[in-house]
């Protein structure tokens, strides 16, 4: 084991996991509670109106924010499933498995409120022919695909595998949604420009709501992910003395 | 000016110009979103550990670790090893001093 | 140094990974028209669309072309890329962000004289922001705040 692999090693223990992420949970939730609070009284309360949107804007600081971090989980999982498959890492695949059901509402949300928005927007809930939303859904059923390949395998380290070779696969899917209203016409906007300057289009006072909401995104995923995957070794490492220490000293 | 406020009353807020079902409703989906990933995760934490609790079974032994297919991580127990070996060497070093 | 084993197995995957990368891209390339959710008014001068045939044109509404009925929900406009227009036939519910000067995307089919009868009309939002304060402002200063834009997809 030694040699210059090792830290992944040391990394992927899961008790030194769980000991280290009981340190950080409380700043994680404080953090992620303020940011929360902020981006939503911001996008609700002092966000000014599109001129042409009008308060319908205030759906796309949640759409954005959770739409971008919905893009974060096939390359999570691909890089937990090449942990998985090349070093044989419990961790990595404990947090593969648990992050593909949050991956599902993270994308259901993103169509969902997506949705709403264009119904008014663009006159419509849903277009067959734009390749940003269909890629999108493809992700949703891409996700409830490799949460169904697990369930399907009894095994536990076949399931591992094949996941996440699904899952680096899935990663494709990825810079396809990304790059669609780049390489084809869509009804969907391409992203907005950023301006620092107030007062002129696309400028702060547009951004930041939704820059403050999308970094409070990101640490509910964490932390959501976090006591997922925390649930996830207490469960399979059950029979470990130190679960077991856990376990009786907590009730 | 970078954030100002945007209404004059509370029924001007809860009309948000006319599009009040779809600003409230994707904030209502948003909030049951965090909450519920949040809650779910905590409730099912309260569950594992009441069933852990209520079980006492023998710790798993290292043949069947190394059968199930994964590498054993054994980072956890050298941790622990180190420190009860540092801890009575301690404990052996106060209990030479005491006499 | 990577253990042999493991060296093999990641070599695998990256292999499985480019792969697939360039299967898809292919497949994409070959399907490009087909995920083009729309042709511009130029590709619609330039005769890609046969007669009849049911699809989407996607342009700005020209400015000053919109015409609506006085007794109907009936309307025409002109669909344009700045290169070539479109006039547009529609009867029904203008979305609620259907202006002159904004993006649109209508469904339907052309008729013999070349005017797209529309079956649906969409509102294309672009990715700008302005407060109605900045867009007056942009006006009366006489700077066109870029909505004019309209871009549709690279040459195929």
Do not use: V
């Given at each position: 084991m030694a040699g210059r692999w090792q830290w992944l090693h040391r990394l992927g223990s899961p008790r030194w996991f769980y000991a280290t992420t009981t340190r950080w949970l409380p700043w994680l939730a404080g953090a992620m509670a303020l940011l929360l609070a902020v981006g939503t009284v911001w996008a609700l309360l002092y966000l000014p109106p599109d001129y042409q949107q009008g308060d319908t804007s205030r759906i796309l600081v949640v759409h954005v924010a959770v739409a971008g971090a919905s893009l974060s989980f096939f390359p999570l999982m691909a890089v937990a499933g090449t942990v998985t498959l090349v070093w044989r890492i419990k961790l990595a695949d404990m947090v593969a498995k648990n992050a593909a059901p949050l991956g599902a509402w993270f994308s259901f949300l993103t169509l969902a409120t997506g949705s709403i928005w264009g119904s008014v927007s663009w006159g419509t809930w849903w277009e067959w022919t734009d390749s940003r939303l269909v890629s999108m859904l493809f992700q949703f059923f891409l996700l409830l695909g490799v949460i169904s390949l697990r369930a399907a395998l009894d095994n536990s380290a076949t399931a591992a595998r094949a996941c996440a070779l699904l899952s680096i696969v899935g990663c494709i899917n990825v810079v396809v949604i990304k790059y669609s209203v780049q390489w084809w016409n869509t009804l969907h906007q391409p992203p907005s420009p950023i301006s620092m300057q107030v007062g002129s289009p696309n400028g702060p006072e547009f951004w930041v709501a939704t820059a403050i909401m999308a970094v409070a995104v990101y640490l509910f995923l964490a932390l959501s992910l976090i006591l997922a995957t925390r649930n996830e070794i207490l469960e399979r490492e059950s029979k470990a003395q130190w679960v077991r220490e856990l376990a009786l000293g907590a009730t | 000016m970078l954030a100002e406020l945007q209404f004059d009353s509370l029924q001007e807020f809860l009309a948000m110009g006319g599009y009040a079902f779809n600003v409230w409703s994707v904030y209502a989906l948003f909030a049951v979103f965090v909450f519920a990933n949040l809650a779910l995760p905590l409730r099912r934490r309260r569950l594992i550990l009441r069933r852990l609790a209520a079980r006492g079974d023998l710790a798993q032994s290292p043949a069947a670790a190394e059968q199930s297919g994964w590498e054993v991580s054994t980072v956890g127990e050298e941790l622990q090893e180190q420190q009860r070996e540092q801890k009575e060497q301690r404990e052996q070093e106060e209990q030479g001093t005491k006499p | 140094m990577m253990k042999p084993h493991r060296r093999k197995r990641l070599g695998l995957i990256v292999f499985i990974a480019v792969g697939m990368s360039i299967a898809a891209a292919l497949t994409l390339f070959a399907l490009r028209q087909n995920i083009n959710m729309f042709y511009s008014p130029s590709q619609v001068a330039a005769g890609e669309v046969g007669a009849g045939e049911l699809f989407r044109v996607g342009g700005m509404v020209k400015n000053g072309s919109v015409e609506q009925a006085q007794d109907s929900l009936a309307v025409r406009f002109v669909a344009t890329d700045f290169v070539h227009d479109v006039a547009v036939d529609y009867e029904g519910i203008l979305p609620?962000?259907?202006?002159?000067?904004q993006g649109i995307v209508a469904e339907g089919r052309l008729d013999s004289a070349g005017v797209f009868q529309a079956s649906r009309v969409l509102a294309k939002h672009d990715e700008n922001y302005m407060s109605p304060e900045v867009k007056a402002a942009l006006e009366q200063a006489g700077i066109s705040p870029g909505k004019h834009r309209f871009r549709s997809a690279p040459e195929n």
């Open positions: - | - | 609620d962000l259907f202006r002159e000067g």
